[in-house]
C-alpha cells in the first residue's frame, strides 16, 4: 500500500515535471513567433499579421501564466483560465481597433515579407500543437492552453492565404477580411475559455460548501 502511493506521488511528479518542460519550451517558441510576427507587421503594413502578434503576445502570457500554475490546486487553475479568457478578450478589442484603422485607410501588404512571416508563424503554432495535444486533457489549465494553441493553427492558414489573396489581387482586402475572420475566432475563443473557467469555479465553491 505504502509502495502503491509513492509510486503515485513519483507519477504525478514526473507527469507535472513534463507539463513544465513542454510549456517552457511552447512560451519560447511563441515569443520567438510573436517578435517575426511584429516585424512582419511593421515592415509590411498587414492587419492579419498584426492579428497574429498579438495572439502570439497574448499566447506568451497564457503560457506564462500556465507555468506558474502546474502542480496548483484546481481552483488556482480554474482563475487563471478565467484570466487567460480576459486577455483573448482584450486582443480582441485590440484587433478590432486595428481592423477599423486599416478599414478607414486601406493599404496593400509588401506581400513578400508578409509571406514569409506567416509561414514561420504556422510551423510555430504547428509545433506547440504537437507538443501539447499529449496533455490537453490533463486539467483546465492545459485544456485552456491547448485550445488557445488550437486556434493558432486557424490564425496560421489564414494568414498564409491572407497572403496569398494579397498577391493574387494585389488589393489590401484579402488582409482585412482575414483580420476580421481571426476577430470572430478571438472572441468565440476568449468566451469558451471564460465559460469553462467560470462552470469550475462553481464546481469547486459547490463541492467546498459545508453541507447541512
Given at each position: ?5 509513492c ?5 504525478v ?19 520567438a ?38 502542480g ?7 482563475r ?7 486577455l ?6 485590440i484587433?478590432?481597433g ?22 514561420v508563424?504556422?510551423?510555430?503554432n504547428?509545433?506547440?500543437?504537437w507538443?501539447l495535444?499529449?496533455?490537453?486533457h ?27 489573396g494579397?498577391w493574387?489581387l ?16 478571438f472572441?468565440?475563443?476568449a ?15 459547490s463541492?467546498?460548501q459545508?453541507?447541512r
Open positions: 500500500m505504502s509502495d502503491s502511493c509510486n503515485g506521488h513519483l507519477d511528479a514526473a507527469l507535472e515535471a513534463r507539463q513544465r518542460r513542454v510549456l517552457v519550451i511552447v512560451l519560447v517558441v511563441n515569443v513567433a510573436f517578435a517575426v510576427m511584429a516585424a512582419g507587421s511593421v515592415v509590411s503594413g498587414s492587419a492579419s499579421l498584426l492579428s497574429g502578434m498579438l495572439d502570439n503576445l497574448g499566447d506568451a502570457l497564457t503560457y506564462g501564466l500556465s507555468l506558474a500554475v502546474v496548483s490546486s484546481t481552483i488556482a487553475k480554474a487563471v483560465a478565467l484570466f487567460k479568457g480576459a483573448i478578450a482584450l486582443a480582441a478589442l484587433v478590432a486595428q481592423i477599423f484603422r486599416h478599414l478607414l485607410h486601406p493599404e496593400t501588404p509588401v506581400v513578400e515579407t508578409m509571406s514569409i512571416a506567416a509561414v508563424n504556422l510551423a510555430a504547428l509545433l506547440c500543437l507538443l495535444t499529449p496533455y490537453r490533463i486539467d483546465i489549465n492545459m485544456s485552456s492552453v491547448w485550445e488557445c494553441s488550437r486556434n493558432d493553427i486557424f490564425d496560421g492558414v489564414a494568414v498564409v492565404l491572407a497572403s496569398i494579397v493574387f494585389d488589393s489590401a482586402w484579402p488582409d482585412l477580411l482575414v483580420a476580421i475572420a481571426l476577430l470572430i475566432v472572441t468565440k475563443s468566451v469558451r475559455v471564460l465559460r469553462g473557467a467560470w462552470l469550475e469555479l462553481r464546481h469547486v465553491a463541492c467546498t459545508p453541507h
